[in-house]
């Protein structure tokens, strides 16, 4: 039903900043809260950051809060991620996701979602 489509990551250095994108297809892109996860070589994939349908609210891992911020713009159908003072551990490939209307007020948990992009890799050097 949902499509996505990710791009913007690329190599950084430390300190820098990136703008991650995420398209959607369709009509139904406004009825769905969106969400950014991320993940490690060996890691578990982790929460980044979720938005509501009409940007009410936002939800940030402490791990970026005060870095990162996550907005959409529902006329494009594309959600947002942005991405200053990166730092080393900041390195993973970051997903866009989603959210399954059976999980409706969850936000935190992969399974909450039921459609994900293929991800884009970030690489923050030192």
């Known amino acids: 039903q949902v499509q996505l489509v990710e791009s913007g990551g690329g190599l950084v250095q430390a300190g820098g900043s990136l703008r991650l994108s995420c398209a959607a297809s369709?009509?139904?892109?406004?009825?769905?809260?969106m969400g950014w996860f991320r993940q490690a070589p060996g890691q578990e994939r982790e929460f980044v950051a979720a938005i509501t349908q009409s940007s009410s609210s936002t939800y940030i891992a402490d791990s970026v809060k005060g870095r990162f911020t996550i907005s959409r713009d529902n006329a494009k159908n594309t959600v947002y991620l942005q991405m200053n003072s990166l730092k080393p551990e900041d390195t993973a490939v970051y997903f866009c996701?989603?959210?399954?209307?059976?999980?409706?007020?969850?936000?935190?948990?992969?399974?909450?979602?039921?459609?994900w992009g293929q991800g884009t890799q970030v690489t923050v050097s030192s």
């Open positions: 369709g009509r139904t892109f406004s009825a769905h809260a």
């Open positions: 996701a989603a959210q399954s209307p059976f999980y409706s007020g969850s936000y935190y948990a992969t399974r909450a979602y039921n459609y």
